[in-house]
């Protein structure tokens, strides 16, 4: 008797049995968009740390698999339950003890022929931060349709919500996120850095 | 409205850059890869060990009782033992295990029919057993080495009191030592109105798992409430 090979079963089939209760194939379905909850874990915390995070999404994951409606694509709840797990690292009092540390290490190491190319990845690193930051009905759609690559209408699906609903949060947390990351010392001086302070001082 | 547009505008701007920052930040990937597997293995260690966990707890859980019993039923017939060993007074407990109640029971009658004494009749003495004694345990207690002498029952060979008094109105008890299990037997130190302390064999009824005194007392424990099952009919009122 041949088995299909797991990665030609499709989601649904593996959703299912896992709704039975099967944790053999949602092991399966968890490794299957491991990289999107690795992105998420790896954006916030580095080394255990990210480990932790992405375990701790897919138990969550699990625990939650009840209420998750299937109407949405499994990869948009899966990631939007990773980023929750990354925003409650970013404000837990563990990580506000370590990060100084941790970060400072991260700096030291940077050497001075990659500087430019580390400085880079900090800044795109801090952006995605500052997104881990926000609000949950903010943090989501921004999360999910910028650097996932859902549409609106499947965020709209998996937030239950209408998609102007959406778009108006999507707008709003781009602007708490104009605010953030016009103080944000880590967004080197660059043209999108100018026009946010100038933003910023128009909304005052 | 010029400044409302104004401010519309540098908020499209602003918008605009930071939509820029957010597509180059999406093209961010970590520079460490997850290790494939871990969270397959996540999902199997962390979700199927606590029903693990929980099946043990259940089979521990239903055998506690079980358990508990066969403890008591080890340890209770060599703590009796200790304290008839260790007990200056005559064997108690075990004359006053089941079959000694029903000898003790028949020798008394025998004994007060001899003695021509104004016994109970028969009939009172079925009527009574098993009858649980409205007692209330004293917190006086009286160390063994200080027991004074007229408290204690002269006794027979078999651990019967010779004398028992039949007219006397219990009205405290306490009970020597350490008694522990179901029921236990006991002899214990009832204070008669009049003042003047006895000793009677009872039946307590000691719920399972609890136990009163320790093991190694050697002087009457202080106790407030014994449940005592009945006590000797010859003793009880």
Same mark, same amino acid.
């Given at each position: 008797?041949? !088995? ?45 740390? +990210? ?24 990869? +948009? ?48 690193? +801090? ?19 910028? !650097?996932?690559? !859902? ?12 998609? +102007? ?40 | ?27 961010? =990937? ?7 597997? &871990? ?14 966990? &929980? ?20 340890? &209770?017939?060599? *703590? ?16 006053? $295990?089941?079959?000694?109640? =029903? ?14 004494? =104004? ?18 345990? $004293? ?15 002269? =006794?027979? &060979? ?57 093991? $190694?007392? *050697? ?19």
């Amino acid at each position: 008797m041949d !088995f299909p090979d797991p990665q030609e079963v499709p989601d649904a089939e593996l959703l299912a049995a896992a709704l039975q209760g099967d944790t053999d194939r949602f092991g399966q379905l968890c490794e299957r968009h491991r990289a999107r909850i690795w992105r998420v874990a790896a954006s916030v915390a580095d080394g255990a740390e +990210a480990d932790d995070i992405a375990q701790e999404a897919v138990v969550r994951a699990w625990q939650s698999l009840r209420r998750y409606r299937a109407e949405a694509p499994f990869a +948009a709840w899966l990631t939007r339950i990773a980023a929750n797990v990354a925003h409650d690292h970013r404000k837990s009092a563990w990580r506000r003890r370590v990060l100084p540390l941790s970060a400072m290490s991260e700096r030291h190491d940077a050497g001075v022929d990659a500087e430019a190319v580390a400085l880079g990845r900090q800044e795109q690193r +801090a952006v995605r931060q500052a997104v881990a930051d926000l609000p949950e009905r903010e943090r989501s759609p921004i999360w999910l349709h910028y !650097f996932e690559g !859902f549409s609106v209408a499947e965020i709209a699906r998996l937030a239950g919500a209408p998609e +102007a609903t959406v778009r108006s949060r999507v707008r709003a947390g781009l602007r708490r996120l104009g605010k953030s990351l016009a103080d944000n010392e880590v967004i080197g001086d660059t043209a999108q850095r100018q026009v946010l302070a100038e933003a910023e001082r128009c909304s005052m | 409205m010029q400044h409302v547009s104004n401010n519309r505008k540098t908020d499209d701007r602003g918008a605009a850059a930071v939509e820029a920052l957010l597509r180059a930040a999406a093209k961010w =990937q970590p520079e460490r890869p997850i290790a494939a597997g &871990m969270l397959a293995d996540t999902i199997a260690r962390r979700t199927r060990m606590p029903r693990a966990n &929980m099946a043990r707890w259940r089979w521990a859980v239903a055998f506690a009782p079980i358990g508990a019993a066969l403890t008591l039923a080890l340890v &209770m017939p060599r *703590d009796l033992g200790k304290i008839d060993r260790t007990s200056p007074r005559p064997r108690t407990t075990s004359a006053l $295990s089941v079959g000694a109640d =029903q000898s003790f029971v028949a020798d008394a009658k025998t004994r007060d029919a001899a003695a021509g004494n =104004q016994s109970k009749p028969a009939s009172d003495v079925r009527r009574n057993a098993g009858r649980r004694a409205p007692v209330r345990i $004293s917190r006086k207690t009286t160390r063994v080495g200080h027991r004074p002498a007229g408290g204690v029952r002269p =006794q027979t &060979m078999s651990g019967v009191p010779s004398e028992p008094s039949r007219t006397t109105a219990w009205t405290t008890y306490s009970v020597p030592r350490y008694v522990a299990g179901v029921s236990t037997a006991a002899w214990i130190r009832a204070n008669a109105p009049d003042g003047e302390p006895e000793y009677v064999p009872a039946v307590l009824d000691v719920p399972l798992g609890e136990m009163y005194g320790e093991p $190694s007392d *050697d002087h009457s424990i202080e106790l407030d409430v014994v449940p005592v099952r009945y006590v000797m009919e010859e003793f009880n009122e």
